[in-house]
């Protein structure tokens, strides 16, 4: 090759280079630029103003073409300051690969904006039709989705396809839902619901009876198939089979496995009744198991055999034969058949268990149903109260009203409030003045009171203008009164007049006369504590004198064991109930006497004596509590243990707590463990477990490092402490046993 030849072949490059640049000369040097007037325009090199000033905002030339908005919308400009097209947009975004997506709206009155896709030429290769429009990186393809209305329906139907630069269809807009994988490969629902999976091209990969993917990429699939995932190659050969509640990706070609919980029900006597896989499994009454299966909840009978599918998020336990159902914020009800009687459409649903009736709320207003759905009242009431003998206190506006079975209004009148029925009446409100009505509707008691309080099925107590008393409801007579009234018990008042107090029966006799500066409740022994100037005294609940108010007492405690506790000259002693003083007022601090012992203090520190004053645990405790079953839990240095009465320590202090169960066990804990004590004081689970539980009924639940299991009285095994979930019914005398197994891991391959 001559160099005359290659100068030549220079001479033309450079003339080629140069005339492009010429072919462009305005757009490489046109500049948006604000005017004076505020308005943009674009200018030259030398500043000159090309294209006047005329738009509200500008962005730089790209290929020819800019984006200029004028007043609310965006359009596009071709170099010679000409509008390109005639549309209007909401929005353009830059410009990419020789394409922008544009905004647009709806309609004039809507503010629903759709998307599409137009060149720098300013033609719309894709309408500005689409709700949805994700592109991908590279702008050569786009996931689309469009609303269509749905009859009958509130919410709007989305199709979802693909869409190439051109406006081509990729994957048609006629799916459910998509997912994509680096835009590169597309799963897609069908309107039956099942997946399936396209390349960028179009071309399907694979397809089945999917009905989710989740981990996808261009080798393998998680898949979901009837409620269990499995792991799917691309050729739809299935590399692991749908067992599995749960998988995981970790990394390329490899997944975590999570199987369903194993669930067993069994009996006390260790029979296997039936055994399932589910994610979820509770009693919900003697016969029903509640069952959670992909996130839903069923219904299995005691053979765990299934009595309705997985429809709903909630079960709630039956009241007697229905249950409470819950789709998404709704409610409804369910029978033991598994059948909706009550469709699940309501804010609320309340189910009375002692009547056939329900309350639901829908639309903000409540209403009244038989157990069948059946209307009994419209939904017109702000509130509803169900009341025994059938019966309905409803409040519609400021009123309340009282329904009979059939939904009537019962009496005559409406109400300001009306409380809940006690025996044959309920206390009503009404123009600020409470009465009383019966079952009926009708008036017991004319509304003439500030206040009525029912005491008992025959009296009622009044509070008005400064004065209580109590009424006879058989005979409509007041049966006493007084400035105020404060129920002792049942039967007994006690009552205050110009400062003074006494107390007075149900039938107007009085017990105590009007007195004392203090009356105090009754205690366990039935002995009353009072005062009368500045003196402290016993009475019986009969008005009898115990105790002569004297000035001597600064304190009496409440009698127990036939013993009331004193202080004397700043010391405490024990008096009996005909006021003897029996154990010596020489104590610090008391407590009171229980199987026959009681606590004292000596000299800061805890011990017990018994009835005749003999110390029979020594004065060396923190604290004490009170004996049971011939022991007592003591503190000493911070730890709890157990005496006896004869002062040895049966267990000595070692635990950092120690609570007293209903059961009359005591449940401990050292070291952060916790373990339980008998009644006596004898260890019977050391202090090893996490969890300690009492159920009674000779079973005690324990769980330690995250597993449950069921021991009896004697610390054998009922159920072995294996299980990740453990429910009792001890109804019955049946366990559901729940077994999680552990994660596998997978790795493929190919």
């Known amino acids: 090759m001559s160099r005359r030849f290659l100068y030549l072949c220079l001479v033309l490059f450079y003339t080629a280079v140069f005339s492009t640049l010429l072919a462009h000369p305005v757009e490489e040097f046109l500049v ?362 409803v409040k519609q506006g400021s009123q309340w009203y009282l329904l009979d079975a059939t939904g009537r209004v019962a009496g005559s009148s409406s109400y300001d409030d009306i409380q809940d029925f006690k025996g044959l009446y309920a206390i009503v409100k009404k123009q600020g003045q409470s009465g009383l009505i019966n079952s009926r509707g009708s008036w017991a008691i004319e509304p003439m009171y500030d206040s009525l309080r029912m005491m008992s099925p025959q009296t009622v107590l009044y509070f008005s203008r400064g004065r209580s008393g109590i009424i006879n409801l058989f005979t409509k007579q007041t049966v006493f009164s007084a400035e105020n009234i404060e129920p002792l018990n049942a039967s007994l008042y006690k009552t205050s007049f110009d400062g003074k107090t006494g107390m007075y029966d149900y039938r107007g006799y009085m017990v105590l006369s009007m007195e004392y500066d203090y009356i105090s409740g009754v205690t366990k022994d039935s002995i009353l504590t009072v005062e009368k100037d500045g003196k402290k005294g016993l009475m019986s609940l009969q008005g009898k004198t115990i105790l002569k108010p004297s000035q001597l007492y600064q304190e009496l405690h409440v009698m127990r064991e036939e013993r009331v506790g004193i202080k004397l000259n700043n010391k405490y002693g024990f008096i009996d109930r005909n006021g003897k003083l029996r154990i010596a007022n020489r104590y610090e601090g008391i407590g009171s006497f229980s199987e026959n012992m009681a606590a004292v203090k000596i000299r800061g520190r805890w011990g017990f004596i018994d009835k005749a004053e003999e110390l029979r645990v020594q004065c060396m405790y923190d604290e004490v509590q009170d004996f049971r079953k011939g022991t007592a839990p003591v503190k000493r240095d911070g730890k709890w243990g157990f005496v006896n009465k004869a002062g040895r320590e049966t267990v000595k202090p070692q635990y950092e707590s120690i609570q007293l169960l209903p059961t009359g066990r005591y449940r401990v804990t050292r070291d952060g463990k916790k373990g339980l004590v008998t009644e006596a004081g004898r260890e019977l689970y050391i202090t090893k477990f996490d969890l300690v539980e009492d159920l009674g009924n000779d079973l005690i639940l324990l769980s330690r490092n995250g597993k449950f299991g069921l021991s009896d009285m004697n610390g054998l095994d009922v159920v072995p402490l294996i299980y990740d979930h453990l429910y009792v019914d001890s109804s019955k005398n049946i366990f559901i046993l729940g077994v999680v197994p552990p994660i596998q891991s997978f790795n493929f391959r190919p």
Do not use: C
Not at 95 to 101: E, L, P, Q, Y
Not at 119 to 144: L, N, Q, W
Not at 259 to 271: A, G, L
Not at 367 to 376: D, P, R
């Open 32 to 393: 948006p630029k604000r005017s004076a007037n505020g308005l943009y325009g674009y200018t030259n090199t030398a500043g000159e103003f090309v294209i006047k000033p005329q738009f509200d905002q500008a962005m730089p030339f790209t290929n020819g073409i800019a984006r200029v908005k004028v007043r609310a919308h965006w359009r596009l400009i071709s170099t010679k300051g000409k509008f390109v097209n005639k549309s209007l947009y909401e929005d353009i975004s830059e410009f990419r690969k020789g394409v922008a997506i544009i905004k647009k709206r709806e309609s004039l009155a809507s503010a629903t904006v759709l998307s599409g896709l137009v060149t720098s030429k300013g033609t719309e290769v894709i309408e500005p039709k689409y709700h949805y429009f994700t592109p991908a990186s590279d702008f050569s393809i786009y996931i689309v989705g469009i609303k269509e209305a749905v009859q009958g329906k509130e919410e709007a139907r989305v199709r979802f396809g693909v869409l190439d630069a051109n406006g081509k269809s990729v994957i048609p807009v006629n799916f459910q839902a998509i997912r994509e994988y680096n835009f590169k490969l597309f799963a897609v629902k069908n309107s039956m619901g099942n997946w399936q999976v396209y390349t960028n091209e179009g071309l399907p990969v694979f397809a089945g009876t999917y009905t989710d993917i989740q981990e996808f990429d261009e080798q393998l699939a998680t898949v979901k198939q009837n409620g269990k995932w499995g792991v799917l190659q691309r050729n739809g050969e299935m590399v692991v089979k749908p067992l599995y509640k749960q998988i995981i990706k970790k990394g390329a070609n490899s997944y975590d496995l999570v199987s369903f919980t194993q669930w067993k029900v069994v009996s006390r006597k260790k029979e296997d009744l039936f055994t399932s896989e589910y994610d979820n499994l509770q009693p919900l009454n003697n016969e029903i198991y509640g069952y959670q299966y992909m996130g839903k909840y069923g219904l299995l009978n005691e053979k765990g055999n299934k009595i309705s599918e997985p429809l709903y998020d909630e079960i709630t336990p039956f009241v007697k034969d229905l249950a409470l159902v819950k789709s998404g914020t709704a409610y409804g009800i369910i029978s033991k058949r598994g059948e909706l009687v009550v469709p699940a459409k309501y804010q609320a649903i309340v189910i009375d268990s002692s009547s056939n009736v329900v309350k639901a709320k829908e639309a903000g207003k409540w209403g009244i149903m038989n157990k069948s759905g059946k209307a009994i009242t419209p939904f017109i009431y702000e509130e509803i109260k169900l009341q025994p003998y059938g019966l309905f206190a």
